[in-house]
């Protein structure tokens, strides 16, 4: 029983002192990234949902201007509460929350994709803006963003 014990402790003791197992991978860097960021995210929607506590847009405070972030913490509230009424199985309120969220910021969810792209190609151990595709997905994010941030402000949405 002694040597059993004796040689599992080795065996621990040999791999934590092998240089590769003390680097992080770019995977669970991502993982815990996320994992932070919706923690946060969630924390950050309940104090809107039940507080109405919402943090002012600091390029709009100063130039009169929305951004193409302006309306993100709103649409991501109502993103959630449609969630909550389609669980309760209450479609038509759901699909006002949505059409909200969509009223808010119209480009919550080309965002929200984008953002489950670059998680993916991180994960895959990818650098952002290394591969074909992740080049063009980028330059049609940036425009699409450009885009809406000059329309936002002519058409007042």
């Known amino acids: 029983m002694f040597s059993l014990v ?13 240089t590769d197992d003390k ?20 924390l950050y929607l309940l104090a809107g949902i039940f507080f109405g506590f919402y943090i002012p847009c600091p390029f709009r405070t100063f130039t009169g201007l ?4 302006c309306g993100m ?10 969630a909550s009424d389609m669980i309760r199985a209450d479609t038509n309120s759901a699909n006002c929350h949505i059409m909200d969220a969509f009223r808010e ?23 952002l803006g290394q591969t074909k595709i992740s080049r063009a997905v980028d330059a049609v994010f940036l425009i699409m963003i450009i885009i809406w941030w000059i329309v936002r402000n002519i058409y007042n949405y």
């Open 6 to 18: 004796k040689c599992c402790i080795s065996i621990d003791d040999n791999m934590y002192n092998s």
């Open 23 to 42: 680097r992080i991978s770019k995977t669970d860097k991502a993982v815990v990234l996320a994992a932070f960021l919706l923690v946060s995210a969630a």
């Open 66 to 69: 929305k951004c193409p972030g």
């Open 73 to 82: 913490s709103h649409a991501a509230t109502d993103i959630a509460l449609a």
């Open 105 to 127: 910021n119209a480009l919550f969810i080309p965002i929200f994709a984008y953002l489950i792209f670059a998680f993916v190609q991180v994960c895959r151990n990818n650098d």
